[in-house]
């Protein structure tokens, strides 16, 4: 019997690589041994703010196409590229997905959002209103919550789950030990989801591939927007079934080709390739992504994946419940481990918490490309 593919994409916001590898992080760590991890470089065809580059892990694109160049506009452009879960639903009808962020323009029509076309469920408060780090963590173990309820008890094909608070952190107070505290925490809120997923009744008759992703790094005194090793510096975590051995090389947009591989359905017109597909160079990119300046070429449907259904945002949906977390994808036909919460590798494992470590900060909102008018979401993420 063939063993289901299942997905899970976890999005943190604005966690430099050197202070991931500073954090006692064991979810990451984990999926780290299982498969990858790997520093990625924002492409040139981005710029270090939150909107473009979650916009690109959303549906394998660079702003050249989805036109999403801040945080405070939804271009019409962007319409044109369904993001991942939508182009699996409309191949593989009948497939559940979800969307879950903290920070509300991922998933719902918001500032420059969706950046996720088929939008998802938000926390019932705004994080950004207060934009402090206790907001932050709040509306970060809700998502938390609310995923690892769904990722446990349902069946759900494919995932984004999104936590802003390291980046807030940041931007509020730099990048000190307040920032690695943040990042411990949302390693926390990973763990979660992973041992929910391990949870999963049906777990040994599945097979799972789990990715992490930050969109970009910080200046050291908080901050982002341009072009310095800190701020471009971004990294990929990946494991499971669907990830090759000896991978050199990986790109925000590769996340979109990699979720739809793993179901067998070929991306289409995305800029990316599926992971291992992509030699290490010295940008780390592919040669037709070296050009120097985007083809503009005519934006192309991502996917068109019509009559597909959407998950509409929910605010606050009924907070499920329990949690879990991602394993590693281990060969089919054996069991699989899934990260711990225990910070000793190979070891045993811990119950999930669901609430973030206390005494952590926040995240701050990031640059608003372009001067809006919902003055709310001009904060620079
Ligand atoms: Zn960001």
């Known amino acids: 019997m063939k063993r289901e593919p299942h997905v899970l994409v976890v999005g943190i916001d604005g966690v430099r690589y050197d202070s991931l590898l500073s954090a006692a992080t064991p979810a990451v760590d984990c999926i780290a041994r299982g498969g990858f991890l790997l520093p990625v470089t924002v492409h040139p065809r981005n710029v270090t703010i939150s909107g473009p580059v979650w916009a690109t892990v959303a549906t394998g694109v660079y702003a050249d196409r989805h036109k999403v160049t801040g945080n405070s506009v939804h271009p019409p452009e962007l319409a044109d590229f369904q993001d991942f879960t939508a182009v699996l639903r409309a191949s593989r009808p009948g497939s559940r997905t979800m969307i879950a962020a903290s920070w509300l ?8 959002g969706p950046l996720f076309s088929s939008r998802g469920w938000v926390p019932d408060k705004d994080p950004e209103e207060a934009n402090d780090g206790g907001s932050w963590a709040s509306a970060d173990d809700a998502v938390a919550r609310y995923a690892a309820g769904r990722l446990e008890k349902e069946d759900i094909s494919a995932s984004f789950v999104y936590f802003g ?5 940041a931007h509020n107070n730099g990048t000190g030990s307040g920032y ?42 908080g901050g982002h927007g ?43 017109a995305a800029g990316g390739v599926p992971f291992g597909a992509r030699c290490a160079g010295p940008e780390q990119l592919a040669p037709e992504q070296l050009a120097p300046e985007p083809p503009a070429r005519s934006p192309v449907p991502g996917t068109p994946a ?12 009924a907070p499920g419940t329990a949690e879990e977390l991602p394993t590693r994808g281990a060969a089919p036909g054996t069991a699989e481990e899934l990260p711990t ?3 000793a590798p ?7 918490t669901r609430s973030a470590a206390p005494g952590t900060a926040e995240e701050l909102p990031t640059r608003g490309a372009a001067p809006e008018p919902p003055a709310r979401t001009a904060a620079l993420r």
């Open 105 to 112: 323009p991922v998933a719902a029509p918001t500032a420059c």
């Open 165 to 169: 608070q390291a980046d807030v952190e």
């Open 180 to 221: 690695v505290l943040a990042i411990q925490n949302c390693d926390m809120r990973l763990m979660t989801l992973l041992e929910a997923i391990k949870a999963r009744p049906n777990r040994r008759n599945e097979v799972w591939t789990i990715i992490v992703v930050t969109d970009h790094g910080h200046l050291d005194a």
């Open 226 to 268: 341009g072009w310095s090793e800190e701020e471009r510096t971004a990294w990929i975590a990946a494991c499971g079934a669907s990830v090759p051995e000896d991978v050199k090389a990986v790109d925000h947009a590769d996340i979109f080709t990699q979720v739809l591989a793993a179901f067998g359905v070929t991306a289409g």
């Open 306 to 317: 019509p009559g597909t259904a959407e998950e509409l945002p929910t605010r606050g949906a």
């Open 341 to 343: 919460r225990s910070a």
């Open 346 to 352: 190979g070891t045993a494992e811990e119950l999930p």
